[in-house]
């Protein structure tokens, strides 16, 4: 696989970014960034992150497609300073690995193409870093970007409240999702890469780190946005993933088929407890707002159930065919 584009980093040591000549020295940090399908959204995540400053160094961003059928050719026009990589094989893990294996930095952080970075998100992350680079992994804040913060769609409301509960995920469940990641680049080297398509990466991967005695912190400062799914079709598509790898770590585990249905129905239970959630939520305002967010929520759940069913009769369908590689 060959770069697609320029072969040296975008500085971000001062505002806004600018492409430097060859020959600059190392970069500090590499933000990589998988992609499929989104030109306008890389177009926009790109915009925000190479307008981010450092305190000192420069920042080297590689793009890595996975297999895009919609031309790059205007975004690289637009991003000189930007890798361009290519990685064929389906999955956004695969994509980061290629990405990991060119990076130059000695921190790595990551960032997905749909996301628009905050200002200081990549100084946060190396603060957080600083110091501790052998041990510590850390995940940031995710929010959902609303088009109109007064009047939100059903899926915003709902995606703002359950979308990205990253405290609960670092905290609880020992993994951060990879739309907003960091760690040096020796702690993923002694972790591993991340899982292809079958798996879901973020949570393998956190969970590796973790059992390997690398604690994954939160870290709300470093600060990214991420837009509410469009549809409610774009919704089940998120969710028939999940559920495909939910499945595929339940059989891995031996686990019987009555406690799989016992989830399920445990899903369908849980609707009236997580619509309290929404209706106290200090993530949203206005009565309205609420009342469409719980309209999603028991629509969701309830696809959810029916998808976790649906899979023991499905067994050899592949997870690929639910991260947009034929939509």
């Not at 399908?37 to 890389?42: A, E, G, I, R, V």
Request: aromatic share 8%; with cysteine; charged share 20%.
């Amino acid at each position: 696989m060959t770069s697609m584009g320029a072969d040296h980093p975008t500085t971000v040591a001062a505002c806004p970014a600018v492409a430097p000549g060859v020959g600059s020295p190392p970069p500090r940090v590499s933000v990589i960034i998988p992609h499929l399908n989104t030109p306008d959204m890389l177009a926009r995540c790109l915009t925000s992150v190479v307008a981010q400053c450092l305190d000192h160094g420069t920042a080297d961003v590689i793009v890595v497609d996975n297999g895009s059928r919609m031309s790059l050719d205007a975004v690289m026009a637009a991003f000189p300073g930007v890798r361009f990589l290519a990685e064929p094989r389906p999955g956004p893990g695969l994509a980061r690995n290629r990405g990991i294996a060119a990076a130059r930095a000695p921190l790595l952080a990551f960032i997905d193409a749909d996301c628009r970075a905050a200002p200081g998100w990549l100084q946060a992350a190396v603060d957080a870093l600083d110091g501790d680079e052998q041990t510590t992994v850390i995940g940031g804040d995710v929010k959902i970007d609303f088009v109109d913060p007064r009047h939100l769609t059903g899926i915003e409301a709902y995606e703002a409240v359950f979308g990205f509960r990253q405290k609960l995920y670092i905290e609880q469940k020992q993994f951060s999702v990879t739309a907003n990641l960091a760690m040096a680049a020796p702690v993923h080297a002694l972790v591993g890469p991340f899982a292809g398509i079958e798996r879901a990466e973020d949570v393998d991967w956190g969970q590796r780190a973790h059992a390997a005695g690398h604690a994954t912190r939160f870290v709300p400062s470093m600060l990214v946005y991420h837009p509410a799914r469009p549809d409610f079709a774009a919704l089940t598509r998120k969710w028939q993933r999940h559920v495909r790898h939910d499945y595929n770590d339940h059989v891995a585990m031996g686990r019987p088929l009555w406690r799989w249905f016992a989830r399920a129905i445990a899903l369908l239970a849980s609707i009236p407890v997580e619509s309290l959630k929404l209706l106290t939520s200090d993530k949203l305002s206005g009565l309205n707002n609420r009342c469409l967010g719980i309209g999603i929520l028991a629509r969701i759940r309830l696809f959810r159930a029916m998808e976790m069913a649906r899979l023991t009769y499905t067994p050899s369908e592949s997870g690929a065919d639910f991260w947009n590689r034929h939509a």
